[in-house]
């Protein structure tokens, strides 16, 4: 059986790592290839975009896919969608792995907005000092709200940056003791997420909890269409109900 996993997410690397050796299942990873130097997978991995809905379609006919696994970002919402698309266009059986979204408990003070943009907004109009986690791609928009001192912590070095910026380089797993810290040292006042999910980058909301400080949270785009697994557990078990 012939499985195609769409990646970039620390889930969809635990699942890759599931499935190798696994017996009857050739699996292939499938990364857009944003991060310069991804982690080494024991899984065949091909790195680069497919040419939209249609070109995803043709590789999934060319390379005989039995099932796909779109274990994407919940936030990089065209793939989600030129898998669906493909999936059905190629009849093939799709799933989507994703995390639950994470969810403000007692002691939590979350602004929740709807895009980036608005999380910008949300900072206000006096100079605060920002702990930015929202990835690399994005802190550009941030220049919108420039009267703010930024802490950007990204894989790869950003490209567009608000005025005032200093960055951090790092990838998660993060650790309860060092976001206290970092956020102590930085002499942070608010945190801004995505609401990816997952327990990766949860640290931070704990620590921003901890420090009383306020989260301003991106909430997701609407979910992909078809069916939803929350774990790599579950994941396996549709990958064998489809052989
Ligand atoms: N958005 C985030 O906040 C975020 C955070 C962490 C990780 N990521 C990961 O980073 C990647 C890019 O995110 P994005 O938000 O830029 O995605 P996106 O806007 O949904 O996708 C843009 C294009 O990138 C290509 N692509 C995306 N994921 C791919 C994959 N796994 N394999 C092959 N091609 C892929 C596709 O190109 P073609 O149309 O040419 O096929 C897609 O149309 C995703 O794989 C995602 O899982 C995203």
């Given at each position: 059986?012939r499985?195609?996993?769409l990646g970039?997410?620390?889930?969809a690397?635990?699942?890759a ?7 009857g ?12 130097a991804?982690a080494?997978y024991?899984l ?10 249609e070109?995803l379609?043709?590789y999934l006919?060319?390379q005989?896919?039995?099932a796909?696994?779109d274990?994407?970002h ?8 030129n898998a669906?698309?493909?999936?059905r266009?190629a009849n ?8 639950p979204?994470w969810r403000?408990?007692?002691g939590d003070?979350w602004r929740?907005v709807?895009n980036v ?6 900072l206000?109009a ?6 930015l986690t ?9 220049r919108?709200a ?10 790869d ?6 005025p005032s910026?200093e960055v951090v ?6 650790l ?7 956020m102590?040292?930085k002499?942070?006042?608010v945190?801004v997420s ?6 990766a980058a949860?640290?931070?909301?704990g ?23 929350e ?12 052989r």
């Amino acid at each position: 059986m012939r499985v195609l996993v769409l990646g970039g997410t620390s889930q969809a690397s635990e699942l890759a790592r599931a499935l190798v050796d696994r017996p009857g299942i050739e699996a292939t990873l499938s990364l857009a290839g944003r991060t310069a130097a991804p982690a080494a997978y024991a899984l065949p991995t091909r790195i680069g975009g497919f040419g939209g809905a249609e070109g995803l379609a043709s590789y999934l006919r060319a390379q005989r896919i039995d099932a796909v696994i779109d274990a994407t970002h919940p936030f990089a919402a065209r793939i989600s969608a030129n898998a669906a698309e493909a999936a059905r266009g190629a009849n093939v059986p799709l799933a989507v792995l994703s995390r639950p979204a994470w969810r403000p408990g007692p002691g939590d003070d979350w602004r929740e907005v709807a895009n980036v943009e608005a999380a910008a907004a949300a900072l206000g109009a006096a100079p605060r000092r920002v702990f930015l986690t929202v990835g690399r791609l994005q802190a550009g928009v941030f220049r919108l709200a420039g009267q703010h001192w930024y802490l950007m912590r990204s894989i790869d070095p950003p490209g567009d940056l608000p005025p005032s910026c200093e960055v951090v380089r790092a990838r998660p797993p993060f650790l309860f003791d060092d976001e206290i810290a970092l956020m102590r040292e930085k002499r942070i006042d608010v945190l801004v997420s995505k609401n990816a999910g997952g327990e990766a980058a949860q640290a931070k909301l704990g620590a921003a909890r901890a420090l009383g400080l306020p989260v301003v949270m991106v909430a997701r785009p609407p979910a992909p269409k078809g069916v939803g697994l929350e774990d790599v557990e579950a994941a396996l078990r549709w990958i064998e109900a489809q052989r």
